[in-house]
């Protein structure tokens, strides 16, 4: 098969891509491939359904600007498709004192990046948004929500096939190699011929990579992230959206609890290494990937600085006991009896050899080829910007390498 594009991957990042992508440039030939028998089978479908504000990230990031831009786009997207949302806000609260300058530090990039309404509040006017929270101080963030980012997945995949492009599926890339004029993508079904290849594998963005960068240091960890579903009897104890300050010496916003867009509350995730790049279940074991990460320098280096907190996270894995004990410093009143397990979902979290999780969007070009190497939380808020960010990148590729018909 003949395309001008062949995007790697129909997660929410790949389809928004080609979305955005035949918006712009609408007279090109795309295809999608993915290994998956559906769109959406891993981190979009596995996420908590939370809309970002953009009020973590670093101001100037493409985090941060993505995130905002992303979110501006999302919202008419959604409207425009009828996908359900709610902008129901949160409240990001400090249970200790030690807490407040990061939560002060918070608040001061939220500003930066343009968030309006966001104020710090105190207990008293914590408690009216969140009664049942143990808090001495807030953020309140009324730009958050609750989306399914499945279905928005689902939205963009109709589009590109209302547009008469294709999406193959239960195709896995094999191997990448370079023609004259051309990049062939080698499946377990097919070759797909294509003028420019976008690689958005997600969890094997790395791998993908690999196939025409081999001097790309970068390794994406697994890291899993594991819910509990607080008992419906429960359910009042959480309004919307209540998250802890993060804890600055660890990467992740640490458990939390979400209000689902189709109903129910979710509380988590934790943040373990996986044992294989797909391993949802405590018990998934894959031998080969395993080792790769385990013989990495990075992991050694990052394991090294973080080991304290990996042995909690990974107790956390196995102890539900020790997870309610982490859930109750946010409400003290929920018990073991309140929560069952819930789903899980893998981050795909990519590491240096100098053991920093990357800690920003990191999209790496070559001839004929886009890699998206690193796309983390909030990419699924951020899709049609990254998309879009994508896009710029991709047409001037088209301009060089397609001509017009």
Known sequence: MEADVCIIGAGIVGLATAYQLLEKQNDIRVIILDKELEVAQHQTGHNSGVIH??????????KALNCRRGYELLLPFCEQNDIPNEICGKVIVATKEEEKPALDKILKHGLANGLEGIRKIS?????????????????WVPQAGIINYKSVANAYKKNILDKGQNILLGHKVIDIK???GEVIVVTNNKEIRAKLVINCAGLYSDKIAKMTMPDNKIKILPFRGEYYELAEEKQNLVNNLIYPVPNPNFPFLGVHYTRMIEGGIEAGPNAVLAFSREGYSRWDFNLKELT???SYSGFHRLAYKYWRQGLDELYRSYSKKAFVSALQHLIPEVGMDDLKRGGSGVRAMACAP????????????QKRMINVCNAPSPAATSSLAIGETITEKAIKHIHEYIKPA
């Open 178 to 180: 370079s023609n004259q």
């Open 53 to 62: 504000s953009g009020i973590y990230y670093k101001p100037g990031s493409l």
């Open 292 to 294: 790769e990460v385990l």
């Open 123 to 139: 207990k008293d006017e914590t408690l009216e948004i969140e009664p049942h929270v143990n808090a001495i101080e807030s953020i």
């Open 354 to 365: 100098d053991g920093e999780l990357v800690d920003d969007y990191v999209i790496l070009e």
